[in-house]
């Protein structure tokens, strides 16, 4: 390759690079401007909070993972389209419905911002998979999830689902977590003492109490 033709190909990866990360400046900016618009006020800062856990568990996670931990939840901002617990027989359902139902609207967002479509299926299935995992990728976006909902999600469940049903909710994101990342969430120091005492309570059960095999309602 002569040196013309090696300059004009290092240019145009350049102009293909700047293009992608511009790219996928809106996909982020067009998530947040949807989450803003969500009824439950806690979602916003939860989609920039798991992506603070994703960069927090790994440094180095790629583009696909960030985009995947700000719109994991994205379909709770849609009244129009998220799904309802009601429609469901179990909690575990629902919230299969729930992930399948984000993953096909960031598969939307990311058609319509024009993204290539190798990173848009990593998208959709890390979204898919965020609460069950499955993959070392898809595990880490669950883990940085769960975290999250204790860290920042935790206080505004309480004021609306009560004691017992908060206390269901904790032990089922506590069995989707390792006992390394069991003592994130048990180091957590919350201003509220009734959620203080419903997670040590929870993270000091033994793993075979009933409640954790007893999903919310």
Excluded at 141 to 153: E, Q, R
Aim: a negative charge.
């Amino acid at each position: 390759m002569s040196n013309i033709g090696f300059t004009q190909g290092m240019m145009d990866m350049e102009i293909t690079g700047r293009k992608q990360m511009r790219d996928i400046y809106y996909v982020k900016k067009k998530i947040g401007d949807l989450i803003k618009e969500s009824h439950v006020p806690e979602d916003l800062i939860h989609s920039k909070n798991t992506l603070e856990w994703l960069l927090e568990l790994k440094a180095d996670a790629d583009n696909a993972l960030k985009i995947a931990a700000l719109g994991h939840d994205i379909e709770r901002a849609m009244e129009g389209r998220k799904v309802k617990r009601k429609d469901y027989r179990s909690y575990d359902e629902f919230k299969d419905a729930h992930a399948l139902n984000s993953a096909r609207i960031m598969a939307e967002i990311m058609e319509e911002c024009e993204m290539p479509e190798d990173l848009a299926d990593d998208v959709f299935f890390l979204v898919r998979h965020h609460e069950r995992g499955g993959t070392e990728r898809a595990n880490l976006l669950k883990a940085a999830d769960t975290i999250s909902f204790f860290h920042v999600n935790l206080p505004h469940y309480f004021m609306r689902e009560g004691e017992e049903e908060t206390k269901r909710r904790c032990m089922w994101g506590l069995r989707k977590l390792p006992v390394n990342l069991k003592k994130v969430v048990a180091g957590f120091d919350y201003q509220n003492q009734e959620i203080a005492a419903i997670v040590k309570s929870c993270t000091d059960l033994h793993p075979t109490n009933y409640l954790l095999n007893k999903a919310p309602h």
